[in-house]
């Protein structure tokens, strides 16, 4: 309080705040302010609570546990963060400590990544599971960090430090699209067996399955699914026919009642099935991207769904109707920034990034950026570009996969976008472009898939095993994952 004098305070501080513990045969002593940091219900502040009645106070209280362990632990307790005396232990073995003691809310905190920015990301580790290595899908979660593996018939799940948490036998023999859509619950499709099946994976049993079908349409049989997405209360999957028919179904999660969103007959480019799907809650529109290539080049649609009134809201084909100012050049692949509401497109000719703003759209409502740093320019489009790009867009950045290269295009601030009224205006000046990746890096293989969760960049690699986690910076104690 003000005008108290701080030395009175120390003298009238009670003797019974410090406490002497003794942890495996070794003593230490701390005061019960640290030990009630880890939380009320933590074992230390217990601890500290039944020492405060202990009816011998100069005797210490005795943990039978790992004491270089607990010094570490308690270090993080007084300032935060993590000694580097824990880089002598594995994240395993202080996870398990941390737990013991009620204290895993404050570690994790310490053990996870600062906020991932591509500039300066580097490759942490590899996630390899220990069969089927060859990963065919993934799905990598914001909220919590974890990452759901699909290798083979299987799925394998890696919790926020990417420590292996179970893996669950399918009946399917090749997973070919995943996503967790709940606590322990996974929707995955197949390229071989029709449906949209759903596990536990706590029990590691299918706890339904969901088919596309229309009694009066004999052509509407053996539907398998191409894509997922959810929302918090429905599945959305895109499932298409041995005939090209294909549609979006919404299934509600409680019941497991499905909607028709769209049906296309899939006579051609403009009515194929939807190979991505991504729902965006602030706008509460579904957006589905087709993307197909043969001999005259790349070809497909973009479109936005209200799966409510199941009205498309708005719609580009390419090449086609609402076609860009950029004819011929048309998208080799798309994502959705669902928290800045853009669209992103990469050119398959030029290689270009195009962004549209999903509250304005028209037409034509593409801005190709610009590329304003001068040791890049000329990497720009060209055959460099074209070929295998795949795009990621997450915490504002753009992540852009070309054959094995990495890049990430971040937000410009000042003089990048344009601000009216305190509304974002896209520009070409909005995004800047640098390379995530070294050139060893790049020669590990084509990149199949980026998707980013818990402040890290996951990478899968064209006939490569296992995933690649990209984190901005290396913390203490922080071992592969195997």
């Known amino acids: 309080m003000e005008g108290e004098n701080p030395h009175d305070a120390t003298e009238t501080q009670p003797s019974s705040d410090r406490i002497k513990l003794n942890v495996g045969g070794k003593l230490f002593e701390t005061t019960t302010s640290t030990l009630r940091s880890g ?41 935060n963060r993590l000694p580097s005396t824990a880089k002598r232990f594995s994240n395993q073995e202080l996870i398990d400590e941390a737990s013991y003691y009620g204290i895993e809310s404050q570690l994790k905190s310490a053990l996870a990544p600062s906020p991932l920015t591509g500039i300066d990301a ?27 593996v699909a290798h083979g018939g299987q799925i394998s799940v890696y919790d926020w430090n990417l420590t292996h948490s179970g893996t669950v036998r399918t009946h399917l023999d090749y997973i070919s699209t995943i996503r967790r859509i709940g606590p322990g619950v996974a929707a995955v499709g197949s390229e071989t067996l029709a449906g949209l099946h759903v596990y536990n994976t706590a029990s590691g049993y299918r706890s339904c399955c969901v088919d596309w079908a229309d009694p009066t349409d004999p052509r509407i049989y053996k539907a398998r699914v191409n894509a997922i997405a959810d929302s918090d209360n429905s599945v959305f999957a895109s499932f ?3 005939h090209k028919e294909n549609c979006v179904l919404m299934i509600d999660k409680n019941k497991w009642t499905t909607l028709e969103v769209a049906r296309q007959s899939g006579s051609s480019s403009k009515s194929m099935v939807a190979g991505k799907l991504k729902y965006v809650p602030k706008a509460g529109v579904l957006v589905g991207v087709s993307v197909t290539s043969g001999a005259f080049g790349y ?44 669209l992103v497109k990469l050119g398959s000719k030029s290689g270009d990034l195009a962004v549209a703003d999903l509250r304005k759209l028209s037409e034509d409502p ?24 795949v795009i990621n867009c997450y915490r504002k950045q753009l992540f852009v996969g070309r054959e094995g290269e990495l890049e990430v295009w971040s937000t410009v601030e000042g003089d990048g ?47 490569v095993e296992g995933i690649e986690a990209w984190q901005s910076s290396r913390f203490s104690g922080v071992v592969s994952s195997s």
Not at 122 to 148: C, E, K, M, Y
Not at 366 to 389: D, F, H, Q
Not at 444 to 449: A, D, F, P, S, T
Request: with cysteine.
């Open 299 to 342: 070809s497909g649609y973009i479109r936005l769904w209200d799966p409510r009134s199941k009205e498309v809201v708005w719609e580009t084909n390419e090449p086609g109707s609402g076609r860009s100012s950029r004819f011929g050049d048309s998208f080799a692949d798309v994502d959705v920034d669902v928290d800045e509401l853009t």
């Open 39 to 79: 939380g009320p219900d933590s074992l230390l502040s217990l601890l500290s609570n039944r020492s405060l009645h202990h009816h011998d106070p100069s005797q210490p209280v005795f943990i039978d546990r790992d004491p270089e362990i607990f010094s570490a632990l308690l270090s993080l307790l007084r300032s």
């Open 240 to 242: 298409d026919c041995r």
């Open 122 to 148: 580097s490759l942490f580790t590899t996630i390899r599971p220990s069969s089927d290595a060859t990963v065919s899908d993934f799905n990598a979660i914001d909220s919590d960090g974890s990452v759901w």
């Open 417 to 463: 976008d344009q601000n009216v009224g305190g509304e974002r205006i896209l520009c070409e000046g909005s995004y800047r472009r640098n390379y995530v990746d070294k050139v060893e890096d790049s020669e590990r293989g084509v990149i199949k898939k980026i998707e980013g969760g818990g402040d890290r960049l996951f990478v899968i690699r064209e006939g």
């Open 366 to 389: 593409w801005i190709y950026l610009e590329e304003k740093n001068p040791r890049m320019r000329m990497m720009t489009g060209g055959a460099s570009s074209v070929g295998n790009c």
